[in-house]
């Protein structure tokens, strides 16, 4: 651990090198430690002798700069204090925390857990906000029991969708799923802010949300495939619901894609572990009804982005085009439901139609990576290619239905 005499100057120059938790200590006051996270959060913690329970103990004191340097070792130094006439800190912080709101604790969650290890905090941040918030959040720790938590999940029962323009539509309620997800949520405030209190969500039944098995059949492909042909969709529509059939990625990894991740000589797409949701580097084989389009792009492309944003989107790439799908649907004559997902999971249904391994099936979709193989994965990736080309060319004979 790094030793030196912690300024503003020497601690806002600190980024983490390592990809892991990063501690330094102050020489300007014993038992004051700064914790930087992979994400290049800077927390102060005391790290000392807790007397009364005879072991070193961890104290999160709060997160720098919002707690200046002053105030983190004036607080270190009247824990100390405290700790050497054998007062538990950690019990008292505990007791006091009893008493802080819901809302107080997501701070915590959101800031020291959330944002630090979730890719998709902010999804997170805006069910609470919209869903959990609202109800619990001005409740103390100590009144929210499980009875409680029941209250408001039949209150959330009744109440309606917060997402989209739902004026012409009919009424919609939140579904067993979007009730789960929030319980996830609350259930990781206590755990990961309080982990020290008993979780009052581990006493309720877990719902267990059915599976969906939705793909492109046969003559949904025909359908699917005239639709994008159609004079009323747009190229750019066309190439992403193409690029994300034929690779059987994420929509979020379509929509990113780059050209430095783009190797046209190999035909594959190279996904980096940062971007990958599993935190894994994923290696996809481009097929060659994905080679046509990709050279077509490449010529007249002045973008870092293979899907470049028609509307100068702020990531400067596509962003989901859920308007442009539900007019594609429309036009093929396909039910309203299907999501763009749904074309992830049309690829590997068609490599198990066309008589793939699940294992196959699996490497192609990246459900699971070894990073023990990863070296090998160029070795290993024409069998995946084959998969995905078999699948892609059954699915191709269904235009002409």
């Known amino acids: 651990m790094e030793q030196f005499h912690f300024t503003n100057a ?16 102050d020489t300007g006051q014993k038992g004051l430690v700064l914790r930087v996270t992979k994400a290049d959060t800077k927390i102060f913690r005391l790290h000392a002798w807790n007397k009364a329970k005879r072991k070193m103990t961890w104290i999160v004191i709060g997160h720098y700069p919002d707690v200046r340097i002053n105030d983190a070792r004036a607080i270190v130094s009247e824990h100390l204090l405290d700790l050497l006439h054998g007062i538990d800190v950690a019990e008292r912080i ?6 802080q709101t819901l809302d107080d604790l997501f701070i915590v969650w959101l800031n020291e857990h959330a944002k630090v290890n979730n890719k998709r905090w902010d999804q997170d941040k805006r069910r609470y906000d919209l869903y959990i918030g609202p109800h619990l959040g001005s409740m103390t720790i100590s009144e929210i029991t499980p009875d409680v938590i029941r209250r408001w999940q039949s209150i959330l029962a ?37 982990p020290d209190l008993s979780n009052p969500c581990f006493e309720l039944r877990k719902y267990k949300p059915e599976k969906r098995t939705i793909f492109l059949k046969s003559d949904e492909l025909a359908s699917f495939f005239l639709a994008l ?63 046509v389009i990709l050279q077509r792009k490449k ?12 509307r100068q989107s702020s990531s400067g790439h596509l962003a989901e085009p859920k308007k442009s799908w539900k007019s594609l649907l429309k036009r093929a004559g396909l039910p309203g439901t299907y999501r763009l997902h ?48 078999k699948a892609a060319d059954a699915m191709d004979e269904q235009k002409d239905l």
């Open 10 to 25: 020497r601690l806002q120059k600190i980024t983490n090198t390592t990809g892991k938790d990063e501690l330094y200590k």
């Open 94 to 99: 505990k007791l006091n925390r009893d008493e």
């Open 158 to 194: 009744k109440q309606k969708k917060q997402r989209g323009n739902t004026h012409e539509k009919p009424l919609q309620f939140l579904s067993k799923a979007m009730i789960h997800r929030n319980l996830i949520v609350l259930s990781s405030v206590f755990s990961k802010a309080a």
């Open 229 to 291: 042909g159609h004079p009323e969709t747009p190229e750019y529509l066309r190439d992403y619901l193409l690029l994300s059939l034929y690779t059987g990625a994420r929509k979020s990894n379509v929509l990113s894609m780059r050209w430095d991740q783009i190797d046209l000589n190999l035909k594959l797409w190279m996904i980096p572990a940062n971007e990958m949701k599993n935190s894994e580097p994923m290696i996809i084989p481009l097929l060659e009804q994905l080679i």
């Open 299 to 310: 010529r007249t492309s002045s973008s870092i982005f293979v899907l470049p944003s028609p």
């Open 342 to 389: 749904d074309l992830r999971r049309t690829m590997g249904s068609w490599q198990a139609i066309t008589g793939s391994s699940t294992k196959i099936i699996g490497a192609s979709l990246g459900h699971r990576s070894e990073s023990a193989t990863a070296h090998y994965a160029h070795l290993t990736i024409e069998p995946v290619r084959a998969a995905m080309q």
